[in-house]
């Protein structure tokens, strides 16, 4: 390492530890106030996060409650549809049976 750089590290050193000194020497609070003003941010923050977290889940919830009662009423629309459909179906084949019936008895004589 060059002279210069040597001078250059150890004047940086320096410099952080005057910064530092001053720094503590003119903090308008003790470490103890300002350790608890710290604490006290970072709980803040931990109840805003916990708040929009529970907000969002909420959310969520109520999504999923809505989209259930979608699904349930597009099932029971789709349940109704079928039954009628099926009702269709049967009569259908009720009249075709008993048009083989007429066919078959005109057969039989």
Known sequence: ???STGNTIVAILVGAAIGAGVGILFAPDKGSKTR???KDGFDDAKHNLQDKLHDVSESIKS???IAKDDIDGNYDNIVSSLSHKTEDVISFLENKL???KLKNA???K
């Open 98 to 100: 008993a048009d083989l």
């Open 1 to 3: 390492m060059s002279n």
């Open 106 to 108: 005109k057969f039989q």
């Open 63 to 65: 999504k999923i409650v």
């Open 36 to 38: 608890e003003k710290l």
